[in-house]
């Protein structure tokens, strides 16, 4: 009699907890970021469970774990599920764990059952996805989809170690998960993740199927005036670079979003020099986050803000630089595997909606050499790179039974 694939709901919940354990904080969050002794631990215990199945392990030299288990066909490339188990400083046990202990859940229900899958699976554990202690972000999977990992060796991070040390450090914690190459073709990618945002919850939905990751970009922004004396320089003799910023900034604030949903603009550092509380400041920088879908709303975005900054500081008799610091295009996900992953919503009879992921994860790179889509379940308040972070156990199990239902359709082409 062949067993049908379910996830154990409370095994994956356990493992959670055992994982959360790792780095925790004392708010309930966790602290285990990229290269870390924390993250070694992380990926020692993934390991060892992994191992304990009988599932082979690799690691390649970016330090991405991979948990293989075998097809029946070997011809095929492998369908690879997961996610990260980095975290930011104080950040939250869901984020990244959830999808990589659900895949490795998926995994095992299959071993459980006995099932087959044409495809081999790999579950991916992603090397410092969160970027809080090394930059870039994401490292694991651009190395993965082609990125030249040297480019980052002479990195140090914000704690002032260095990235190649550290993770040469990583690397040789695991001698168990044999090395490999970066980088190996793949027939496909899904990632469950949290949504990171208030929708799902708010619409009593417990299922997101993410269509495409919308594009990033960064600008740094600074405008020049003159420093003056805040009592004796009137209105007439001023160049003053921090009226025509918040001038500037609040222009964008009642242009860019409000007509255009899909829009986001945030400021989110601003410094003024010489910071003096009696002092006309000399320059004001400020950073502008701009995201959209589309890349031509993207640059028209880009383009308003350039003229907007540049107005604001000709009005103050200013002057305005404004540089690109990050450019991440979007990405749409494969039309068929984004069926595949609505499919299995609809086999189990879970209500679910199309979305935009706002955040860029590991499928935005995936998506650019292989089939990939995502799955979201709500996290509460929408709150996620918080130690409040938390999603429902119910939400949980049922994103890891959507994930174990569209790995086996994926891996099982007809």
């Known amino acids: 009699m ?25 708010a309930g969050g966790v602290n285990r970021q990229a290269f870390s002794v924390e993250d070694r631990g992380a990926r020692r215990l993934l390991a060892k469970l992994a191992m304990e199945r009988g599932f ?49 859940e998926a995994l095992e229900a299959l071993e459980d059952a006995k099932a087959e899958t044409a495809m081999p699976i790999e579950v991916v554990a992603w090397s410092n996805e969160e970027g809080s202690r090394f930059a870039p972000g994401v490292m694991g999977s651009m190395a993965f989809t082609g990125s030249d990992p040297a480019a980052w060796k002479s990195s140090v991070g914000a704690d002032g170690a260095s990235l190649a040390t550290e993770l040469e450090a990583t690397i040789a914690a695991l001698p168990e ?18 949504e990171q945002g208030p929708s799902l919850e708010k619409e009593r939905l417990p299922i997101g199927v993410v269509t495409g ?16 004396h805040a009592g004796t320089t009137g209105l007439a003799y001023r160049r003053d670079p921090m009226v025509a910023a918040v001038a500037a900034m609040h222009r964008l604030q009642t242009t860019i ?13 601003i410094a003024a020099k010489p910071g003096s509380i009696n002092a006309i400041p000399q320059s004001v920088a400020f950073t502008v986050d701009i995201r959209h879908p589309r890349m031509e709303r993207l640059d028209a975005i880009e383009a308003e803000l350039r ?3 540049g107005a604001e500081a000709e009005t103050q008799h200013c002057t ?37 992921s706002g955040a860029f994860h590991d499928a935005l790179f995936l998506a650019r050499v292989a089939p990939a889509a995502m799955i979201f379940v709500p996290c509460r308040d929408g709150l996620s790179h918080n130690e409040a972070e938390y999603v429902e156990p119910a939400y949980a199990v049922t994103g890891a039974r959507v994930l174990l239902q569209a790995a086996i359709a994926a891996a099982s082409p007809r």
């Open 307 to 309: 003229q907007v900054c």
């Open 213 to 228: 990751v919308q594009g990033t970009r960064w600008l740094e922004v600074s405008i020049e005036g003159t420093a003056g």
């Open 257 to 269: 979003m409000p007509p255009d949903s899909s829009a986001r603009l945030t400021v989110g550092r």
């Open 2 to 26: 062949t067993l049908v694939p379910e996830i154990d709901g409370e095994r994956l919940l356990a493992r959670l907890d055992a994982f959360a354990r790792i780095g925790a904080t004392p």
């Open 56 to 104: 082979a392990v690799f690691q390649d030299g970016i330090a991405n774990l991979f948990v293989r288990r075998e097809g029946t066909d070997a011809t095929l490339p492998p369908l690879l599920i997961g996610s990260h188990l980095d975290s930011q400083p104080t950040g939250g046990r869901f984020d990244g764990a959830l999808g990589t202990l659900a895949a490795f």
């Open 177 to 194: 998960a044999a090395l490999r190459p970066i980088g190996k073709p793949i027939s496909g990618y899904i990632e469950l993740h949290i």
């Open 320 to 356: 305005a630089t404004i540089k690109r610091s990050f450019d991440m295009p979007g990405a749409a996900f494969s039309p068929n595997m984004v069926k595949i992953v609505e499919a299995a919503a609809s086999s189990l009879g879970l209500p679910h909606k199309q979305m935009i």
